[in-house]
C-alpha cells in the first residue's frame, strides 16, 4: 500500500519561461480543479519590453475572482495572454469567506509584490495588529495577508527580494507553502514550504512550481519534490534550492511514471485511500492555533459569548446527519461528563419534524462536513425558530450551516472528495472535543492541570493515527480473508458503540455489503439470533471499564459460530483467544479512541470494496453533498 503524507488544500501554480504566463498558470491551475476550491486569481510580472509583446508593464498584474475558473477567465481580457512569471491559486478558503478580496493572490500596499499561500498562518492576528500599527493596509481577511506585507516591510529596509522573504518567513509560526512574484525581480519565482506540499516541475529553458504533480505533467515529468523547511528561487534556466536559513541543499529530481489521473490522487488508487492518509495531517491542522503555549484549548469563535451566557445553557442539543450524526454522538458522551448537563443527539430529519425541547436556555450544536445538507439546515432554522444559540462545526468556510449560525467552529481537513466521509468525521470529533474542553475550562468545572492533560492527549491524536496507518499491511491481510463474506455487525460500548455506527456506515456505503451496528450489550436481545458460521462480528474493546463486558460479548459471539475481529488498544491480550482476529490500535485516552480506532475500519471497508470491485470514490445512490431532503 502507498504511504505518503498528501495535503491537498489549496491550489498553487508558478511558471517562468517563453509561454504566455497567465494562460500557463491558468491551464495548471485547471489539472488541479478537482479538488475543489471557492475563489481562483492570478499575477504576472510584466516586464513591458518589446520581447515580451506588452504594452506598458514593468509591474504586477493581479485578477482575482470568487468562484470557479470560469469566471477568473471571464475576467482576464487582455490578460489572458500576457507573458512573464506567472502565479495561480485556487482557494479552499480557511480564514475569511470565499470572496473575490479574500482570493488570492495578496499583493503587497505599492502593488510590487505578489504571494500565494497554501497552509494557516497560527500567529497571523498579532502579525496583522503589529502591520496596521505600522500603516500597512489591508484588503482581505485571510491569515495570509500578513505574509505579503511583511515581505514589503523587510525589502523596503533590505532592498533584496530573496532576503525580505526569508525574513518574512522568520516571523510566521503556522503550516504553509508560499510562492512570490515581484515586478522588482520580473524573472524570478520564489518559493518556501514548511508544511503544505510544493514541487518543482523543471521544464527545457522554463520551469514551473505547484502544489501537486498533475499540474506540470502537460509540460513536464522531471519533477523535485520540495521538503518542509526548503526555499527554492526558480527562474527560467534553473533553480537552486537552499534551506529557510540559507544553506545549499542538493535534491535529485525523479521522473513521474504515473498518468494523470493517479498523479490526481497523489498516487493512491482512489480518493478515500488518499483522505484516509490525510487524517494526522487534517487532525494537527484542525487543532492548529487552537493550542496555547499553556495548553489550554484557545477558539476565538466563541469569543463573542460571555462566560454568563454560556453558564446559562441548560443543555445542548446536538443536530446532524450521517457520519456527521456520529461525530455528534461522541460528542454527547464526552460533553455529558464534562458538563454534567443533558446533551441529545438527533438525526437532523428526525428533529425538524419533532416537537424538540428546544428553548432559549440551549445551545444547539449543528455538525455538518459541507454545511450544505438540507435537513441539517432546516434543524437548524428550526432549533433557531425556538430560540436557541447555534454553535457549528463546518469543513467548508461561508456554506450556509456557516453563514446561519452564531458562531463556526471550523474543521480544517480540507475538500473531501470521496463521498464516503473519513477525515471530515476525525475533525469533527477533534472540533467537538476542543469545544467541550473550552466550555468545561471557563465554567471552570476542569481546572488548568486537567486541561492541560486533555490538551497533551488531544494533540497525541495525529501520530497515533500515522501509527495506525504504518500498520495498514495487517488490514490488508484481515481484508482479504473476510472480502467474501456478506453480513458484518459492528459491536461496541460507550464511545466504542459511536464508533461501531460509523465504522458500520463505510462498509454499507462503499462494498455494498450488509453491515450493522449494535451497542454490544443489545445483541443477546435480538441480534444474537443471525449470528452463525460466516459471519463477521467486529468488536471494538478500547475502554478499559467496559473490557470486561465487551468479553462476554465477544464469547457470545464467538460459541455461536461468528467470526470475531477485535479492536483492542496495545498491550491488551485478554482478547486474543477467544477472538478470531485481533486489529490492535494505539493506546491513548478511552475518550480519543474514537479518532484512532475508526481508522484501520475505514482502511478495511476500503480494502473489501476494493476487492469487490466496488466503485468506491462514488458510491452508488449516494450524493457527497445531499441538498434535498
Ligand atoms: C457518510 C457521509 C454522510 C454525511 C451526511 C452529512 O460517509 O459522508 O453520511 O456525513 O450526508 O453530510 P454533511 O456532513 O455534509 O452534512
Given at each position: 500500500?502507498?504511504?505518503?503524507?498528501?495535503?491537498?488544500?489549496?491550489?498553487?501554480?508558478?511558471?517562468?519561461?517563453?509561454?504566455?504566463?497567465?494562460?500557463?498558470?491558468?491551464?495548471?491551475?485547471?489539472?488541479?480543479?478537482?479538488?475543489?476550491?471557492?475563489?481562483?486569481?492570478?499575477?504576472?510580472?510584466?516586464?513591458?519590453?518589446?520581447?515580451?509583446?506588452?504594452?506598458?508593464?514593468?509591474?504586477?498584474?493581479?485578477?482575482?475572482?470568487?468562484?470557479?475558473?470560469?469566471?477568473?477567465?471571464?475576467?482576464?481580457?487582455?490578460?489572458?495572454?500576457?507573458?512573464?512569471?506567472?502565479?495561480?491559486?485556487?482557494?479552499?478558503?480557511?480564514?475569511?469567506?470565499?470572496?473575490?478580496?479574500?482570493?488570492?493572490?495578496?499583493?503587497?500596499?505599492?502593488?510590487?509584490?505578489?504571494?500565494?499561500?497554501?497552509?494557516?498562518?497560527?500567529?497571523?492576528?498579532?502579525?496583522?495588529?503589529?502591520?496596521?500599527?505600522?500603516?500597512?493596509?489591508?484588503?482581505?481577511?485571510?491569515?495570509?495577508?500578513?505574509?505579503?506585507?511583511?515581505?514589503?516591510?523587510?525589502?523596503?529596509?533590505?532592498?533584496?527580494?530573496?532576503?525580505?522573504?526569508?525574513?518574512?518567513?522568520?516571523?510566521v509560526t503556522g503550516a504553509y507553502s508560499i510562492v512570490v512574484v515581484s515586478a522588482h525581480?520580473?524573472?524570478?519565482?520564489?518559493?518556501?514550504?514548511?508544511?503544505?506540499?510544493?514541487?518543482?516541475?523543471?521544464?527545457?529553458?522554463?520551469?514551473?512550481?505547484?502544489?501537486?504533480?498533475?499540474?506540470?505533467?502537460?509540460?513536464?515529468?522531471?519533477?523535485?519534490?520540495?521538503?518542509?523547511?526548503?526555499?527554492?528561487?526558480?527562474?527560467?534556466?534553473?533553480?537552486?534550492?537552499?534551506?529557510?536559513?540559507?544553506?545549499?541543499?542538493?535534491?535529485?529530481?525523479?521522473?513521474?511514471?504515473?498518468?494523470?489521473?493517479?498523479?490526481?490522487?497523489?498516487?493512491?488508487?482512489?480518493?478515500?485511500?488518499?483522505?484516509?492518509?490525510?487524517?494526522?495531517?487534517?487532525?494537527?491542522?484542525?487543532?492548529?492555533?487552537?493550542?496555547?503555549?499553556?495548553?489550554?484549548?484557545?477558539?476565538?469563535?466563541?469569543?463573542?459569548?460571555?462566560?454568563?451566557?454560556?453558564?446559562?445553557?441548560?443543555?445542548?442539543?446536538?443536530?446532524?446527519?450521517?457520519?456527521?450524526?456520529?461525530?455528534?454522538?461522541?460528542?454527547?458522551?464526552?460533553?455529558?461528563?464534562?458538563?454534567?448537563?443533558?446533551?441529545?443527539?438527533?438525526?437532523?430529519?428526525?428533529?425538524?419534524?419533532?416537537?424538540?425541547?428546544?428553548?432559549?436556555?440551549?445551545?444547539?450544536?449543528?455538525?455538518?462536513?459541507?454545511?450544505?445538507?438540507?435537513?441539517?439546515?432546516?434543524?437548524?432554522?428550526?432549533?433557531?425558530?425556538?430560540?436557541?444559540?447555534?454553535?457549528?462545526?463546518?469543513?467548508?468556510?461561508?456554506?450556509?450551516?456557516?453563514?446561519?449560525?452564531?458562531?463556526?467552529?471550523?474543521?480544517?481537513?480540507?475538500?473531501?472528495?470521496?463521498?464516503?466521509?473519513?477525515?471530515?468525521?476525525?475533525?469533527?470529533?477533534?472540533?467537538?472535543?476542543?469545544?467541550?474542553?473550552?466550555?468545561?475550562?471557563?465554567?471552570?468545572?476542569?481546572?488548568?492541570?486537567?486541561?492541560?492533560?486533555?490538551?497533551?492527549?488531544?494533540?497525541?491524536?495525529?501520530?497515533?493515527?500515522?501509527?495506525?496507518?504504518?500498520?495498514?499491511?495487517?488490514?490488508?491481510?484481515?481484508?482479504?480473508?473476510?472480502?467474501?463474506?456478506?453480513?458484518?455487525?459492528?459491536?461496541?460500548?460507550?464511545?466504542?458503540?459511536?464508533?461501531?455506527?460509523?465504522?458500520?456506515?463505510?462498509?454499507?456505503?462503499?462494498?455494498?455489503?450488509?453491515?450493522?451496528?449494535?451497542?454490544?450489550?443489545?445483541?443477546?436481545?435480538?441480534?444474537?439470533?443471525?449470528v452463525e458460521p460466516g459471519v463477521v462480528v467486529i468488536c471494538f474493546a478500547t475502554?478499559?471499564?467496559?473490557?470486561?463486558?465487551?468479553?462476554?460479548?465477544?464469547?457470545?459471539?464467538?460459541?455461536?459460530?461468528?467470526?470475531?475481529?477485535?479492536?483492542?488498544?496495545?498491550?491488551?491480550?485478554?482478547?486474543?483467544?477467544?477472538?478470531?482476529?485481533?486489529?490492535?490500535?494505539?493506546?491513548?485516552?478511552?475518550?480519543?479512541?474514537?479518532?484512532?480506532?475508526?481508522?484501520?475500519?475505514?482502511?478495511?471497508?476500503?480494502?473489501?470494496?476494493?476487492?469487490?470491485?466496488?466503485?468506491?470514490?462514488?458510491?452508488?445512490?449516494?450524493?457527497?453533498?445531499?441538498?434535498?431532503?
Amino acid at each position: 500500500m502507498l504511504r505518503s503524507k498528501p495535503d491537498q488544500m489549496c491550489g498553487i501554480t508558478g511558471y517562468v519561461g517563453d509561454r504566455p504566463g497567465v494562460r500557463t498558470v491558468i491551464d495548471m491551475l485547471r489539472r488541479l480543479e478537482y479538488r475543489g476550491y471557492d475563489s481562483a486569481g492570478v499575477a504576472v510580472a510584466t516586464r513591458g519590453d518589446e520581447a515580451s509583446g506588452l504594452a506598458g508593464g514593468g509591474d504586477i498584474e493581479i485578477v482575482k475572482a470568487a468562484g470557479k475558473l470560469a469566471v477568473l477567465e471571464g475576467e482576464l481580457h487582455d490578460y489572458w495572454d500576457k507573458y512573464g512569471a506567472a502565479i495561480g491559486h485556487t482557494r479552499w478558503a480557511t480564514h475569511g469567506g470565499p470572496t473575490t478580496p479574500n482570493a488570492h493572490p495578496h499583493y503587497s500596499n505599492d502593488g510590487r509584490i505578489a504571494l500565494i499561500h497554501n497552509g494557516i498562518i497560527e500567529n497571523f492576528q498579532e502579525l496583522r495588529g503589529e502591520l496596521q500599527a505600522g500603516g500597512f493596509r489591508f484588503t482581505s481577511e485571510t491569515d495570509t495577508e500578513v505574509m505579503v506585507h511583511l515581505v514589503e516591510r523587510a525589502y523596503r529596509q533590505n532592498g533584496d527580494m530573496e532576503q525580505a522573504i526569508r525574513d518574512a518567513l522568520t516571523h510566521v509560526t503556522g503550516a504553509y507553502s508560499i510562492v512570490v512574484v515581484s515586478a522588482h525581480e520580473p524573472d524570478t519565482l520564489y518559493a518556501a514550504k514548511t508544511a503544505s506540499p510544493l514541487i518543482v516541475g523543471l521544464g527545457d529553458g522554463e520551469n514551473f512550481l505547484a502544489s501537486d504533480i498533475p499540474a506540470v505533467l502537460p509540460y513536464t515529468r522531471r519533477v523535485v519534490v520540495l521538503e518542509d523547511g526548503d526555499f527554492v528561487t526558480v527562474t527560467k534556466t534553473g533553480m537552486c534550492l537552499t534551506t529557510l536559513a540559507g544553506q545549499p541543499v542538493t535534491r535529485e529530481p525523479f521522473t513521474v511514471t504515473w498518468d494523470e489521473q493517479t498523479a490526481e490522487k497523489g498516487g493512491f488508487p482512489h480518493f478515500m485511500l488518499k483522505e484516509i492518509y490525510e487524517q494526522p495531517r487534517a487532525i494537527a491542522d484542525t487543532l492548529r492555533g487552537r493550542i496555547s503555549p499553556e495548553e489550554t484549548v484557545i477558539l476565538p469563535e466563541l469569543e463573542a459569548f460571555s462566560q454568563k451566557q454560556l453558564g446559562a445553557f441548560t443543555r445542548v442539543q446536538i443536530v446532524a446527519c450521517g457520519t456527521a450524526y456520529h461525530a455528534g454522538m461522541v460528542a454527547k458522551r464526552f460533553w455529558e461528563h464534562l458538563l454534567r448537563r443533558p446533551v441529545d443527539v438527533s438525526v437532523a430529519s428526525e428533529f425538524r419534524y419533532g416537537d424538540p425541547l428546544v428553548g432559549p436556555d440551549t445551545l444547539c450544536l449543528v455538525v455538518s462536513q459541507s454545511g450544505e445538507t438540507a435537513d441539517t439546515l432546516a434543524a437548524l432554522r428550526e432549533a433557531r425558530r425556538l430560540g436557541a444559540t447555534i454553535v457549528s462545526v463546518v469543513n467548508v468556510v461561508g456554506s450556509s450551516i456557516a453563514r446561519e449560525s452564531d458562531a463556526v467552529v471550523y474543521t480544517q481537513a480540507g475538500p473531501e472528495i470521496c463521498v464516503a466521509s473519513t477525515k471530515a468525521y476525525v475533525t469533527q470529533v477533534v472540533a467537538l472535543y476542543m469545544i467541550g474542553l473550552h466550555l468545561a475550562f471557563v465554567e471552570e468545572r476542569l481546572s488548568q492541570d486537567a486541561l492541560k492533560v486533555y490538551v497533551r492527549d488531544l494533540t497525541a491524536l495525529p501520530d497515533a493515527v500515522e501509527s495506525v496507518l504504518g500498520g495498514a499491511l495487517l488490514v490488508e491481510d484481515l481484508a482479504s480473508r473476510l472480502a467474501e463474506r456478506t453480513t458484518f455487525f459492528y459491536l461496541g460500548r460507550g464511545y466504542d458503540y459511536a464508533v461501531s455506527l460509523e465504522a458500520a456506515l463505510k462498509l454499507k456505503e462503499i462494498s455494498y455489503l450488509h453491515a450493522e451496528a449494535y451497542a454490544a450489550g443489545e445483541m443477546k436481545h435480538g441480534p444474537l439470533a443471525l449470528v452463525e458460521p460466516g459471519v463477521v462480528v467486529i468488536c471494538f474493546a478500547t475502554e478499559p471499564r467496559l473490557f470486561d463486558k465487551m468479553l462476554s460479548n465477544i464469547k457470545e459471539v464467538s460459541a455461536r459460530g461468528g467470526t470475531v475481529v477485535a479492536i483492542v488498544p496495545e498491550g491488551e491480550t485478554r482478547a486474543d483467544a477467544a477472538a478470531d482476529e485481533i486489529l490492535r490500535i494505539p493506546a491513548v485516552r478511552t475518550e480519543f479512541s474514537p479518532v484512532v480506532s475508526v481508522v484501520p475500519l475505514q482502511l478495511l471497508a476500503y480494502l473489501i470494496a476494493r476487492a469487490r470491485g466496488c466503485e468506491i470514490d462514488q458510491p452508488r445512490n449516494l450524493a457527497k453533498s445531499v441538498t434535498v431532503e
